[in-house]
Each structure stands twice: as structure tokens, then as C-alpha cells.
């Protein structure tokens, strides 16, 4: 169920820029956001497969107290998780005109569109950085802490939300920004927390080697 939630969770972020935006600056803008979100959903269950697979390992090593082996399996996360994001960033942002006219995306919304799923991509990092640590953290065995910070971090994205939007008058760029930082704030929260309470998780340079494995 934590899980289950995590990943509802992930989907509200989008949902709640939709509203935000939708009560501030109307139906055009509302309309841009909305048309990103299935391909804002697309990416991110990428981002979950490619994260979740990262975790096998790393409860395999957990399970058998090999403490070697499960820092060796972070390592290895950090490893596959930076590349997949360098990879995912360029490719997603370079393609978001071809997307946009895939779908038809109407004239009078196509530049708040484009700006909103641009950052969006160009965020790439935070949501893999909050998949990876979250599900480091589920395959030792807490599913609940992870859910907890994502939580916290989506009331902050509605809060950033207002503020960007209303405030600042960033408009649909706004919700974009806040959406990528609440994102990077949850993975922090989640750092932080695996810093201070699991240190068989800690990982120092020599534990960042290539291994073929």
C-alpha cells in the first residue's frame, strides 16, 4: 500500500499544477499543462522500472547481510541512475517540439505547453534522485518513509505552486519549477534520513568502482 500510494503520489504533483494553474490563470493555461500529463506520466514510469530494478541487488545483499555487497549495490545505483538521467534529459528535452506535434498540440497553447513539459524534462534529475533513494530505502524493507516525504514534499509543491504562480507571476513555468523542487526536496529528505539511520547504506569512494556484475 505505501508503495502503491509513492506512485499516486508521484501523479498528484501534475494534478495539482493542473488545478493551481487552472484557478489562476485560466483555461488556456490549464489546458497546456493538461495536455503534458500523460507524457509527463510516460517518462516517469520509465524512471520507476529503471529505479525499481536498481533495488533487486541491493535487497538480495540486505537479505543475505553481506554489507560488501549492499554498498557495492548503491554504488552501482548511483552509477545506472546518473547515466539514465544524462540520457533521459538530453533525449526528452531535445524531443519536446517532435512531441508536441505528435499530439496535435493546438497554436494557442502550444508555448505555455512547451515551456511547462521543458522543465519538466529538464528536471529529469530530482525525480530519478527521489525514485532511486526511495527505492533504496523500500528494498531494505521501509516503504513508509519514502511515502511520508513525498507527502510533505507535495503540499509543498501546492505552497510553491501559489506562490510562483500568484505571486511571482512565473505562470506555467512556475508550476514546472515547483514541481521540480519538491521533487529534489523529497530525495533529500530521503538522503538525509538514510545518512542519519541505516549506515550500512553509507558509501565512500573506493565503493564506486565499475563492476561488470
Same mark, same amino acid.
Request: with cysteine; hydrophobic share 50%; net charge positive.
Given at each position: 500500500?505505501?508503495?502503491?500510494?509513492?506512485?499516486? *503520489? #508521484?501523479?498528484?504533483?501534475?494534478?495539482?499544477?493542473?488545478?493551481?494553474?487552472?484557478?489562476?490563470? @485560466?483555461? +488556456?493555461?490549464?489546458?497546456?499543462?493538461?495536455? &503534458?500529463?500523460?507524457?509527463?506520466? *510516460? !517518462?516517469?514510469?520509465?524512471? #520507476?522500472?529503471?529505479? @525499481?530494478?536498481?533495488?533487486?541487488?541491493?535487497? #538480495?545483499? $540486505?537479505?543475505?547481510?553481506?554489507?560488501?555487497? !549492499?554498498?557495492?549495490?548503491?554504488?552501482?545505483?548511483?552509477?545506472?541512475?546518473?547515466?539514465?538521467?544524462?540520457?533521459?534529459?538530453?533525449?526528452?528535452?531535445?524531443?519536446?517540439?517532435?512531441?508536441?506535434?505528435?499530439?496535435?498540440?493546438? !497554436? +494557442?497553447?502550444?508555448?505555455?505547453?512547451? &515551456?511547462?513539459?521543458?522543465?519538466?524534462?529538464?528536471?529529469?534529475?530530482?525525480?530519478?534522485?527521489?525514485?532511486?533513494?526511495?527505492?533504496?530505502?523500500?528494498?531494505?524493507?521501509?516503504?513508509?518513509?519514502?511515502?511520508?516525504?513525498?507527502? *510533505?514534499?507535495?503540499? !509543498?509543491?501546492?505552497?510553491? +505552486?501559489?506562490?510562483?504562480?500568484?505571486?511571482?507571476?512565473? @505562470?506555467?513555468?512556475?508550476?514546472?519549477?515547483? &514541481?521540480? $523542487?519538491?521533487?529534489?526536496?523529497?530525495?533529500?529528505?530521503? $538522503?538525509?534520513?538514510?545518512?542519519?539511520?541505516?549506515?550500512?547504506?553509507?558509501?565512500?569512494?573506493?565503493? $564506486?568502482?565499475?563492476?561488470?556484475?
Amino acid at each position: 500500500l505505501p508503495v502503491i500510494g509513492g506512485n499516486l *503520489f #508521484q501523479l498528484f504533483y501534475t494534478l495539482a499544477d493542473s488545478m493551481i494553474v487552472g484557478r489562476t490563470l @485560466g483555461a +488556456d493555461a490549464l489546458a497546456a499543462v493538461g495536455a &503534458t500529463a500523460t507524457i509527463v506520466y *510516460f !517518462v516517469l514510469c520509465f524512471i #520507476q522500472g529503471l529505479t @525499481g530494478g536498481c533495488g533487486i541487488l541491493l535487497g #538480495q545483499a $540486505f537479505g543475505a547481510g553481506n554489507e560488501k555487497q !549492499v554498498r557495492e549495490s548503491v554504488s552501482a545505483s548511483v552509477w545506472i541512475s546518473a547515466l539514465f538521467t544524462i540520457v533521459l534529459t538530453v533525449l526528452c528535452c531535445s524531443m519536446v517540439h517532435p512531441i508536441l506535434r505528435m499530439l496535435n498540440t493546438p !497554436v +494557442d497553447i502550444y508555448d505555455r505547453t512547451y &515551456t511547462y513539459l521543458f522543465i519538466i524534462f529538464l528536471g529529469n534529475g530530482a525525480t530519478v534522485f527521489y525514485n532511486m533513494i526511495s527505492n533504496i530505502l523500500r528494498a531494505l524493507g521501509d516503504s513508509r518513509t519514502p511515502l511520508y516525504f513525498l507527502i *510533505f514534499a507535495c503540499c !509543498v509543491n501546492i505552497v510553491l +505552486d501559489i506562490v510562483l504562480i500568484a505571486v511571482v507571476g512565473m @505562470g506555467v513555468a512556475g508550476a514546472g519549477v515547483a &514541481t521540480i $523542487f519538491s521533487q529534489l526536496l523529497s530525495g533529500i529528505c530521503c $538522503f538525509v534520513y538514510i545518512w542519519k539511520k541505516m549506515p550500512v547504506l553509507r558509501i565512500n569512494r573506493h565503493h $564506486f568502482h565499475l563492476a561488470k556484475k
